[in-house]
């Protein structure tokens, strides 16, 4: 069985700060992908980040960086220099790599409010 | 415009009603899904398929069917609709072998009286 946990319901910065969501997992796969969606108010859910279990490098895109540690099972999404526009609830997901059973098991996501 | 393709947006249904959400995406991807989204809950699967004429469970497929005939086409067939299965739903797709996520679709708002 898979689990991903989002401790943090809901988040409120003031513009600027840096922020930190947080991703805790469970599984019992050697190898899989883990994710990170953004959902603004519209609606739609937007790919932030696909990254493999055996690919443990941090990854920086502009303000977005992701820590992935494996021995904590982390996932973790940190915005820099927050922004009104970053508002939006934040998934974290897990997908094993057997090619059999690819789906996506989300968390119950992180409400950013990101005040001006 | 290539992507996940979601019809209705908005249904309503009376309990008992049958019907199918349609969903199709027109970029040859292998691996198709739907989920619900509920208030709190995040996004919970329902079926998926990893390709034509292959589909399985997910988490919550009690009152639900799937077929996938085609690689384009993933529809979701409520049976007798319940209050219960008022929800938003995506489907979403993606293809085997590359660095990118799931494509979602704008979803469907499904409200059962």
């Known amino acids: 069985a898979q689990k991903v946990t989002q401790a943090q319901t809901e988040i409120s910065v003031v513009e600027k700060e840096d922020v930190t969501l947080d991703c805790v997992y469970e599984t019992r796969d050697t190898t899989y992908y883990l994710f990170w969606y953004k959902q603004p108010p519209s609606g739609e859910l937007v790919f932030l980040i696909r990254r493999n279990s055996f690919d443990e490098q941090n990854e920086i895109s502009g303000r977005y960086s992701w820590n992935f540690q494996k021995s904590t099972s982390s996932f973790n999404f940190t915005i820099t220099a927050s922004q009104v526009v970053d508002s939006a609830v934040y998934f974290c997901?897990?997908?094993?790599?057997?090619?059999?059973?690819?789906?996506?098991?989300f968390g119950s996501g992180t409400r950013l409010q990101v005040q001006p | 415009n290539a992507g996940v393709t979601q019809t209705p947006k908005f249904q309503v249904l009376k309990t008992g009603q049958s019907m199918t959400l349609q969903c199709a995406q027109d970029?040859?991807?292998?691996?198709m899904s739907w989920y619900r989204q509920d208030p709190g809950m995040g996004l919970r699967l329902i079926h998926y398929?990893?390709?034509?004429?292959?589909?399985d469970q997910g988490e919550v497929p009690n009152g639900y069917n799937v077929s996938r005939s085609t690689t384009e086409d993933f529809p979701l067939r409520l049976l007798s609709a319940a209050p219960s299965q008022t929800s938003v739903y995506f489907c979403?797709?993606?293809?085997?072998?590359?660095?990118?996520?799931?494509?979602f679709g704008s979803g469907t708002r499904l409200t059962v009286v």
């Open positions: 970029m040859n991807h292998e691996y």
């Open positions: 398929s990893v390709g034509a004429g292959i589909t």
């Open positions: 997901a897990l997908s094993p790599l057997d090619t059999g059973r690819r789906a996506l098991t």
């Open positions: 979403a797709s993606r293809q085997a072998g590359t660095p990118q996520g799931y494509t």
